[in-house]
């Protein structure tokens, strides 16, 4: 298993351009999430997604879109590109089951996003 | 709403002495409470977790960690740090509702040889 696969691990963007993170994870997890982690604020939640074409807001949510088509992936969306979005993006994903339970959460390696 | 506060920024020991990483939490009902570890480069991975039951819990690693409800902590100690601890390390709190976790600042541990 490859756990969580995030693509890119790097990338640099101009003010204004767009660019899709991807995010795929082959555990059949339910759950899927975005963090973005800044240094000294810990992981701050972008977008969550409980299944197949359900996703709802986090706590930073401004400036990015998602999509849940499959199970699979989640990919993020940045439109048009701020200094403010340069940061380092994870994706993770966990088994929920109905009870609510939280499940471990298992994360990508990440990918460094700087906008100039 | 939610949180958690890791005092230290940065903490260095000594290879072979103990540790102790703090995380206080705010959290309306018992909390599902969480340590990671960060290597460079990579993502999180999970060291420990408490749901329930025996509020000292054993992780990876050689870690473990205790939960104090009356001082809502839940501090995280190794006995005997190796330098393969070098990390930067996160506490995080979550509830019943959904699975959404809240994750604190972060501790960077640096071991002295």
């Known amino acids: 298993n490859a756990g969580v696969t995030q693509t890119p691990k790097f990338r640099i963007l101009k003010i204004g351009q767009s660019m899709t993170l991807q995010c795929t994870q082959d555990m059949n997890h339910n759950y899927m999430y975005w963090y973005r982690q800044d240094p000294g604020m810990g992981l701050k939640l972008i977008y969550y997604s409980v299944g197949a074409g359900i996703t709802d807001k986090g706590e930073v949510p401004n400036g990015y879109n998602v999509s849940r088509s499959t199970t699979e992936d989640f990919p993020l969306r940045l439109e048009l590109a701020a200094p403010s979005q340069t940061s380092v993006y994870f994706c993770?994903?966990?088994?929920?089951?109905?009870?609510?339970?939280?499940?471990?959460?298992?994360f990508g390696e990440g990918s460094r996003l700087t906008v100039l | 709403a939610q949180s958690v506060t890791q005092p230290d920024i940065h903490i260095t020991v000594s290879e072979g002495a103990s540790l102790e990483l703090r995380c206080n939490y705010s959290?309306?009902?018992?909390?599902?409470l969480f340590w990671y570890v960060q290597s460079p480069g990579q993502g999180l991975q999970l060291l420990l977790k408490y749901f329930s039951g025996d509020t000292l819990v054993q992780g990876i690693k050689g870690f473990e960690a205790e939960f104090k409800r009356s001082q809502s902590s839940f501090n995280l100690r190794k006995p005997s740090v190796h330098w393969s601890d070098a990390a930067e390390y996160f506490c995080a709190v979550g509830g019943n509702a959904g699975n959404m976790l809240t994750f604190g600042g972060g501790t960077r541990l640096m071991v002295k040889p």
């Open positions: 959290y309306g009902a018992t909390p599902y």
């Open positions: 993770a994903s966990s088994y929920v089951t109905g009870t609510g339970g939280h499940g471990e959460l298992f």
